[in-house]
């Protein structure tokens, strides 16, 4: 049995970030202890630490932010035999409940939603020096993927949605997608315009902000196109491209993803990603859409968290995205905080930031 130092915060407690220590117990015959590289801080931590969302563990206080994580095996379960000491690791984020979908292994389809999440709902985080998981739900990581793996996390959210994407077009005899939009220019917009760059579609991502910025840089260096809505809308975008085959909402408001319903192509699929505000009221079309939707054969689908199958798919196309790009994958990591430096840095995410990710051992 031994403690080590963890970041949290009281949930629904605004910038209540502190230090805690917490016991982590040897690994059982089937779990492995990871020490931790470094973790991602993304938009669902900092609603945690401004006191939107969150559940600490059961009979507990604080939680353990964190669920973007990248570590070394510390040590593995005597039934654990295909890790060992060193190994580079990630693990999921979701722990499923008890019905049918995440009993078939599909917890990212829970139908009961009693499922837990680390870092998020109802069961501590990876922003430690050392945490502990079942096997199951660890990933190994290929070892010249040091610099970028903690963004495997956040990659496995885009593999997902076109992942999804994919199986709904089964419905289709013949489907080739040319022409994508992605809406959304924070690291899940340009993760997943990275991916879809990789398999070759033409790919315009769009983002309030002109170019340029650091954003564009990213997102040019891959071959896509950067069109700021200051400057052209997604719905005069969509005129001007003729058929968008497949759009990824990634922005945080609902406005957009109304935009994005109406400017999908034929046969089209628009993934929602990313969560919006309940209180937002505004008028649409609803006609238009619906009659597009209807008349468009389009489909309109929401996706969340990930599966183990997209955890190591991401881990093949971190790979990939470093054969096609050089380096261009770790230049998303902007800012890197030591796990030591004062919780200021934590609280408030730098203007200039794509991915801020806490420095453990430095």
């Known amino acids: ?74 040590a593995a379960g005597s039934g654990v035999t295909d890790l060992h000491p060193g190994d580079l690791v990630t693990a999921t984020v979701r722990r499923p409940d008890r019905c049918p979908s995440c009993q078939a292994g599909q917890p990212d389809m829970c139908q009961w939603q009693q499922y837990t999440e680390h870092g998020i709902k109802g069961r501590n985080g990876f922003l430690a ?7 199951t739900y660890v990933i190994p990581v290929d ?27 089964r419905r289709m005899a013949v489907w080739e997608p040319r022409t994508a939009i992605v809406a959304g220019a924070g690291p899940i917009g340009i993760l997943g315009t990275l991916l879809l760059r990789s398999l070759g579609l033409v790919v315009y991502t769009v983002a309030r902000t002109p170019a340029p910025n650091i954003h564009s840089d990213v997102v040019r260096r891959a071959g896509a196109h950067y069109v700021s809505t200051r400057e052209e809308t997604i719905t005069a975008l969509a005129q001007r491209l003729g058929n968008v085959d497949i759009i990824l909402e990634s922005t945080g408001a609902s406005v957009v993803a109304f935009e994005a319903m109406a400017a999908l192509g034929i046969n089209g699929v628009l993934v929602l990603l990313s969560v919006t505000d309940t209180a937002t009221m505004m008028k649409v079309s609803t006609g238009r859409i619906n009659n ?71």
């Open 143 to 169: 070892a010249h993927l040091e610099e970028t793996g903690v963004l495997i996390e956040p990659l496995t959210v885009v593999e997902k949605a076109v992942r999804q994407a994919m199986l709904i077009q």
């Open 129 to 135: 020096g050392k945490f502990i998981t079942e096997r």
């Open 1 to 74: 049995m031994q403690t080590t130092t963890a970041i949290s915060v009281i949930p629904g407690v605004p910038e209540s970030l502190k230090r805690i220590e917490v016991v982590v117990p040897e690994p059982g015959p089937m779990e492995v202890l990871v020490d931790v590289i470094r973790c991602g801080i993304c938009g669902t931590d900092r609603e945690i630490i401004e006191g939107h969302i969150g559940l600490p563990p059961q009979n507990q206080q604080h939680i353990v932010l964190g669920h973007e994580v990248l570590g070394r095996v510390h």
């Open 292 to 362: 597009g939707l209807v008349g468009g054969n389009k489909v309109v689908v929401g996706s969340v968290n990930s599966g183990i199958e997209d955890f190591e798919a991401a881990v093949s196309r971190l790979d990939r995205f470093n054969q096609l790009w050089p380096g261009l994958a770790a230049s998303i990591i902007t800012h890197r905080i030591p796990f030591n430096d004062d919780l200021s840095s934590v609280l408030h995410e730098p203007k200039d930031a794509i991915k801020v990710v806490i420095e453990f051992g430095v």
